[in-house]
DNA sequence: CCCCCCCC
């Protein structure tokens, strides 16, 4: 009977075996009755990352967990996140140890990753060196059996923790230098900062290079700079570097960023290499700095810049969990309106484990400080927080912070009405129906069409496309030639990808039965005018019908337009997504709400609002 | 030496 876990250190012996191989070949083949010989392979699926190498070569890039280490993997298959497999044959290619070509069976599929694996360290394996693994396992055996071929003389210091050389107590008697004057032509340096960020453990590999890295985040009095070490100093920073601690830094390459990936302000970056030094700064009084920015100015700021912004929350949703696309597993997300005495306010969302931090500590009227935001274009602009953020729930000793809670307890009861969002609000329960108007969204359909003619949407690409507000019923959902509807696909239960196959999911794998979701065209329709919009996804198409789609699709079309006269004469306040792809104009309904006259009838200056000069403003 | 940073 196979045991359904992880065996610890089960790639081993095979590793050393492939990198003590001295025959030419690049890889080492291991059969069925190599395995046999050394030991059962049963891993864990920690990640694949989909590749593709034209004209039609499909791979994934994997990662496997024997519950301790972590193994590279190239692997043609494609299993759910966390399934254990047991491996029946494969090859370990010699230079990095990487698996290729695994013969692999499904045992069961993991709720989490088991243990905290990190990854092998392939140049320091060697068959004389005691193995990592505390208790030896009866499968591990055959390796002391191994030829100790290699002659390996500098290994007189293995037993320590080799990240401890890089520990240099010399530093405490350095000069430091501010980090803002570090420049691509410094050979020589000391610095002395917070390690405001770590992580997460990256890997790649490709036709030139492949390895591990690990990027830190280095913050003191007046800047910051980014660091990253690269595979065994990876491992070493890893171990080594806590975030919020305060070390000091020596030796390593500083070169100059590419602005296309590295957002900070400073125009270099470092390298952490085989000469870099540090030492805990115990008693340092360094501490992050901030930088503010007013709400206001980021209307002006491009998406990707990184800013620090201080706010009060004014609204807070609830964690979620969404599906992100090139991600097998939803990721964890929370949004918060925040407000400056810009009076502006703008959405934050909270990614991963940021998104898990921030749940507990957060509550409205709170003061939030926030290091190193991203700015985006989402609903017009937002800002994205992520692993490289870091923030404060009510601090006590930043003067900003403490400054803008007492103007908010000021002017709370005033400030409610001029406040304006930089953010469309889709799904925000704010009250405020006035600061929705004043990013001027709302249109008719007429305006659409008018627009449309003009050629007034031709720039707004799938990523760079519009989103307007319009209030609208929907007039028909049938085809006008054929009386035909299709109005849905199939997808996977779990991982919510296309499915074309009952029996299983092409991307995961998962054997339950698809669930359908709403991809339909309707002709929507408002006082004077109407145009032909998709909706796509669960969320709108039961807005709109009351219903899931499997239940839509269930009922006799008869039903199917009882339900839509039923519902559908009612009116709509809709998102809609303008977007040109391929020479057309395509209008998507994102989101839909049962239109509140009442609040329409505040707006008081809803004539003004829907006239042709607010899609002009918005395309200027 | 990497290069993902997200959703409607």
């Known amino acids: 009977m196979t045991s359904n876990l992880p065996i610890a250190g089960c790639l081993i012996p095979y590793l050393i075996q492939a990198k003590e191989d001295t025959s030419a070949n690049a890889k080492v083949i291991f059969s069925p009755d190599d395995i046999n010989r050394l030991g059962s392979v049963i891993v864990q699926i920690k990640q694949q990352k989909e590749k593709s190498q034209p004209p039609n070569t499909k791979y994934f890039e994997t990662i496997l967990s024997d519950s301790k280490h972590l193994y590279q993997a190239v692997?043609?298959?494609?299993?759910?996140?966390?399934?254990?497999?047991?491996?029946?044959?494969?090859?370990?290619?010699?230079?990095?140890?990487?698996?290729?070509?695994?013969?692999?069976?499904?045992?069961?599929?993991?709720?989490?990753?088991?243990?905290?694996?990190?990854?092998?360290?392939?140049?320091?394996?060697?068959?004389?060196?005691?193995?990592?693994?505390?208790?030896?396992?009866?499968?591990?055996?055959?390796?002391?059996?191994?030829?100790?071929?290699?002659?390996?003389?500098?290994?007189?210091n293995n037993r320590q923790d080799p990240s401890a050389a890089l520990v240099d107590p010399g530093l405490a008697n350095r000069d430091v230098m501010p980090i803002s004057q570090l420049s691509s032509s410094t050979t020589d340096f000391c610095i002395e900062a917070i390690v405001r960020s770590k992580g997460p453990v990256r890997t790649w590999s490709k036709a030139t290079s492949s390895g591990s890295l690990m990027s830190f985040e280095l913050s003191d009095a007046n800047g910051e700079i980014k660091a990253t070490a690269f595979n065994e100093q990876q491992r070493q920073f890893e171990n080594l570097l806590e975030v919020g601690k305060v070390y000091r830094f020596s030796g390593g390459h500083v070169k100059p960023i590419d602005p296309k990936f590295n957002k900070l302000a400073h125009p270099c970056e470092l390298s952490f290499g085989t000469q870099t030094r540090v030492l805990l700064m115990e008693n340092s009084n360094v501490k992050i700095s901030y930088e503010f920015r007013r709400i206001s100015d980021i209307s002006e700021l491009t998406a990707g810049t990184k800013i620090d912004v201080v706010g009060v929350i004014i609204d807070s949703q609830d964690i979620a969990s969404v599906n992100i696309k090139n991600r097998s597993e939803p990721t964890p997300k929370k949004t918060l309106s925040i407000l400056d005495d810009s009076n502006t306010s703008i959405t934050v969302t909270f990614w991963g484990r940021a998104a898990q931090k921030l749940h507990s500590e957060t509550?409205?009227?709170?003061?939030?400080?926030?290091?190193?935001?991203?700015?985006?274009?989402?609903?017009?602009?937002?800002?994205?927080?992520?692993?490289?953020?870091?923030?404060?729930?009510?601090?006590?000793?930043?003067?900003?912070?403490?400054?803008l809670k007492m103007w908010y307890e000021k002017n709370s009861s005033v400030i409610e009405q001029g406040v304006s969002s930089l953010s469309l609000q889709s799904g925000m329960k704010t009250g405020s129906t006035l600061s929705t108007i004043s990013n001027l969204r709302r249109v008719t359909i007429n305006d659409l069409v008018d627009q449309k003619q003009k050629g007034n949407f031709a720039n707004q690409t799938p990523q760079k496309a519009l989103f307007l507000k319009i209030n609208c019923y929907i007039s028909r959902i049938r085809s006008t030639s054929n009386d035909k509807l299709v109005g849905y696909y199939n997808s996977c239960s779990k991982c919510k990808k296309s499915r074309t196959t009952e029996e299983y999911c092409e991307h995961c794998q998962d054997h339950q039965l698809p669930v359908k979701q709403y991809k339909m065209f309707m002709r929507i329709q408002d006082q004077d005018d109407s145009a032909s919009a998709e909706i796509l996804g669960e969320t709108v198409g039961h807005k709109l019908f009351g219903m899931k789609a499997d239940e839509f699709f269930a009922k006799s079309s008869a039903e199917q337009d009882d339900i839509t006269a039923e519902q559908l004469s009612r009116m709509f306040t809709c998102t809609v997504k303008v977007s040109e792809y391929s020479g057309n104009i395509r209008y998507n309904i994102i989101t839909a709400e049962p239109t509140d006259y009442a609040a329409l009838a505040r707006e008081e200056d809803y004539e003004l609002v829907v006239s042709r000069l607010v899609v002009q403003n918005l395309l200027s």
């Open 75 to 156: 692997m043609m298959q494609q299993f759910p996140t966390f399934s254990i497999i047991k491996i029946s044959q494969f090859q370990v290619q010699k230079s990095k140890g990487y698996i290729l070509n695994a013969t692999c069976e499904q045992l069961n599929v993991g709720q989490s990753l088991i243990g905290s694996p990190v990854l092998i360290n392939f140049e320091a394996l060697d068959s004389k060196a005691k193995q990592p693994q505390p208790t030896p396992q009866p499968h591990t055996k055959p390796v002391l059996s191994l030829p100790k071929s290699q002659s390996n003389n500098n290994n007189n």
């Open 363 to 403: 509550k409205k009227n709170d003061v939030i400080v926030i290091k190193s935001a991203q700015v985006s274009d989402f609903n017009q602009k937002s800002l994205n927080c992520g692993d490289g953020t870091v923030f404060e729930v009510e601090p006590t000793d930043i003067p900003e912070a403490s400054n």
